[in-house]
């Protein structure tokens, strides 16, 4: 189908096949999403939790958090249930950690079935748990780690390498049955790495999560990504993003978002984003979110608003959104590209947004 709504491509959109993330389709007609990863201790909820707040505020559609410890496993129970965006725990050996995830409610797994088979050849059993629970896997193939039967076989990590890896990943799941995937196959270099995608996309009908890895600092990663993914892209090539910067991730949801916004990709309607809540939050936050979403529902004008459960944190971590209320004490403090311009009684937090949300329609022009 052509549910992108892209008029500037006339390539057609590759035909994959849709997996669930949550509640975040991946594949098919559904929209490319953004993805980023989190750069704090998972162990520490509150911190990680704060910081999928921003990155939700920021535009980002679907979160991964690595997995390399117990603490870390321990902690994804309370970061699943209270992120507002589907999680996916990243796990690189530990076959327990990816059950781990499952039944903490992870929205996907990203593993790669032939670490879990080296050590440990629990592949099958993570099938059967992955498709009781409905939880998709993502093969991760990264030139840096290329199995070293393959780089002896290609002499180093081609693109015919890196297919050839994720082919084989996929293989191991499916010899179970097992289809419900999505794979990438990074690369830091832009021209060996669209070149991969290419032939991906032709080997196999999986949704793609494309990725340059290693991208660099802010500029670098941002040109590398940009061009590469458009590339792809405008093949109507790639289901998901993420762009690797060495950059704070909102930046990683910033430089995605608009990267799917230059190929008309991305259209921005009325978005309400809300911080998943933490041990700060002094206000009901999902009831908040309900009620803005129910008073600013028909506004005219994209317009991200962000519902934020604290006024310590919450205007800072939402300096993404056009506007925004941060609540606590019966109280909120409504805020404009994060910072705090009124503070109003509960009451009337709806009604102080949607003036709010008048006057930069006004700003942008719209009748
Ligand atoms: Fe951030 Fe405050 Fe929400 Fe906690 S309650 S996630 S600190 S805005």
Redesign the pocket.
């Known amino acids: 189908g052509d549910g992108q709504g892209a008029p500037g491509l006339a390539t057609p959109r590759r035909r994959s096949r849709q997996i669930m993330v949550g509640n975040v389709p991946v594949g098919g007609d559904a929209p490319v999403s953004v993805q980023s990863m989190t750069t704090t201790l998972t162990a520490d909820v ?1 911190a990680t ?2 910081q999928i ?1 921003e990155l939700t505020a920021a535009g980002c559609q679907i979160v991964r958090v690595a997995v390399p410890s117990q603490d870390d496993a321990d902690a994804l129970p309370a970061i699943a249930r209270k992120s507002p965006i589907p999680v996916i725990a990243d796990i690189h050996f530990q076959p327990k950690y990816v059950f781990a995830a499952i039944d903490a409610g992870c929205a996907a797994v990203r593993v790669n079935p032939g670490n879990i088979k080296k050590f440990d050849d629990k592949v099958g059993e993570i099938a059967r748990a992955a498709t009781d629970a409905g939880v998709p896997i993502r093969i991760g193939v990264n030139a840096g780690s290329l199995d070293k039967r393959l780089l002896e076989k290609h002499g180093r990590a081609t693109p015919e390498a890196l297919v050839e890896s994720a082919l084989w990943e996929c293989s191991l799941f499916e010899e179970h049955g097992f289809r419900d995937i999505k794979i990438s196959v990074k690369h830091n270099d832009p021209v060996v790495m669209i070149e991969a995608y290419r032939r991906l996309a032709a080997a196999c009908d999986y949704p793609l999560h494309l990725g340059v890895t290693e991208a660099g600092p802010a500029f670098q990663g941002t040109i590398k990504s940009a061009v590469a993914f458009g590339a792809l892209l405008a093949e109507g090539i790639g289901d998901t993003i993420r762009v690797s910067l060495s950059a704070p991730p909102v930046e990683e949801v910033k430089v995605g978002t608009a990267i799917l916004e230059s190929l008309g990709l991305r259209q921005r309607g009325l978005e309400i984003v809300s ?7 002094q206000v009901d ?1 999902y009831t908040l979110a309900e009620r803005v979403t129910a008073g600013l529902k028909d506004f005219p004008v994209p317009l991200r608003v962000a519902v ?3 006024v ?3 205007p800072g ?1 939402a300096r993404e959104a056009d506007l925004g209320v ?1 609540s606590g004490n019966g109280k909120g403090q409504i805020f404009v590209k994060g910072q705090v311009v009124k503070t109003v009684p509960e009451a009337q937090i709806v009604e102080t947004l949607i003036e709010e949300a008048m006057r930069i329609a006004d700003e942008m022009g719209v009748e």
């Open positions: 509150n939790l704060q707040a911080c998943p809540s933490c041990g700060r939050a936050v934020m459960g604290c310590v944190n919450g971590e941060a």
